[in-house]
């Protein structure tokens, strides 16, 4: 592993200051960047510390909604009283990633913000990820990678609570050189057609400071499902974030987005359009289920994770129909 240095400031104006160096890297929990940079695949100067920063480790009550610190563990989102109740969508996504002792050391900041796990990447190749020239998964040991979105770089984007904050409607909050500013969740993750060698539009010395959940209509009730190859700790063969308004069995609000299956959380506009309007039915959660993954693209290997993306998409609307006593 290359020196670096280590810096752990107490103010977000030295924490700016110290991450304007263009080799700098935030550190939340480490349980990404770390391993990272033992593999030689990032090779910062210096690691910033983000832990002693005031007032990121904290879940407020906003507007009928509720603002997380980046700092926030994923042991804490999962357990909280105030998400598990108005959120519970999130704390499931937050319960599905890796394993305890990683949710107890790794942040909702460094969640969003991990690299992907692509073993051609992983793995030290030359790949387009990496700043080379080629995906060597095109025809190659593609089973875990995208069937959307994919062209010409097929990651998958590994985190859990990204699809859930879409589907959640919420907004995140960067800090960097030049001060504040909010994007939509939905915007956060930039796509393989943007950038073949990031996943999100922090531009240098930016972090990610809080979570903005807006208060959900009356009716909201939402639930995330997830498919791995084992029981637990492992990322998402593909998963499913599906928040609904029903007033009644009618569908009046859905946002339905994808984990596991594209480079970015997928969202699908033309399942939500399915079930906007229409009574919650097996009829329904199967048409809007066969509309999420409209336009997929499997490779050699990956063709499964269409039929796996339906069924979760439909088991989940099941789950949320009124007589379930999801919410
Ligand atoms: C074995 C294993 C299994 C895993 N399984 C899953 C899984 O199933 N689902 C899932 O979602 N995740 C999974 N993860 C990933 C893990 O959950 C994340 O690594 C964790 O949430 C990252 O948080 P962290 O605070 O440790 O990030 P760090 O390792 O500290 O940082 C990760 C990246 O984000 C940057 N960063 C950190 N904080 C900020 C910030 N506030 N603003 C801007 N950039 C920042 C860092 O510079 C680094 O590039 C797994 C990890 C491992 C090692």
């Not at 460094?110 to 990447?121: A, E, S």
């Not at 939905?186 to 922090?202: A, I, N, P, W, Y």
């Not at 050699?300 to 999801?326: C, F, I, Q, T, W």
Request: with cysteine.
């Amino acid at each position: 592993m290359r020196p670096f240095d280590y810096a752990a400031p107490a103010t977000m104006t030295e924490a700016t200051q110290l991450l304007r160096d263009v080799a700098a890297a935030p550190l939340g929990g480490g349980t990404d960047l770390l391993p990272l940079m033992k593999d030689g695949l990032v090779e910062p100067s210096r690691l910033v510390d983000l832990r002693r920063l005031p007032g990121l480790e904290s879940i407020e009550p906003v507007a009928g909604g509720l603002r997380l610190g980046a700092l926030v563990t994923l042991d804490r989102i999962e357990s909280d009283d105030a998400i598990r109740t108005g959120f519970r969508l999130l704390a499931e996504a937050a319960s599905a990633a890796s394993s305890p002792q990683l949710r107890n050391m790794g942040t909702l900041g460094g969640n969003l913000c991990q690299r992907p796990r692509c073993w051609y990447f992983r793995g030290g190749y030359r790949c387009f990820r990496a700043g080379g020239d080629a995906c060597y998964a095109v025809g190659g040991e593609n089973e875990y990678l995208a069937i959307l979105g994919g062209d010409p770089c097929y990651i998958v984007h590994p985190s859990d609570v990204g699809p859930a904050l879409i589907a959640l409607d919420a907004q995140i909050a960067l800090q960097g050189p030049d001060g504040r500013r909010f994007v939509q969740a939905e915007d956060f993750f930039v796509g393989v057609k943007e950038s073949l060698t990031r996943e999100t539009v922090l531009e240098p010395g930016e972090i990610v400071t809080h979570v903005e959940l807006p208060a959900q209509p009356s009716g909201a009730r939402g639930t995330y499902l997830k498919a791995m190859d084992r029981g637990a700790w492992s990322f998402a063969l593909a998963a499913v974030a599906a928040q609904l308004a029903l007033d009644g069995g009618i569908v009046r609000d859905a946002r339905i987005v994808l984990g596991g299956v594209a480079p970015t959380p997928w969202r699908c506009p033309a399942a939500e359009q399915a079930l906007v309007g229409a009574t919650l039915s097996g009829t329904t959660a199967a048409l809007a289920a066969a509309r999420a993954v409209e336009g997929a693209q499997p490779m050699s290997r990956n063709a499964y994770k269409v039929d796996l993306a339906r069924g979760l998409v439909e088991r989940a609307l099941a789950r949320l129909m009124p007589d379930r006593g999801s919410g």
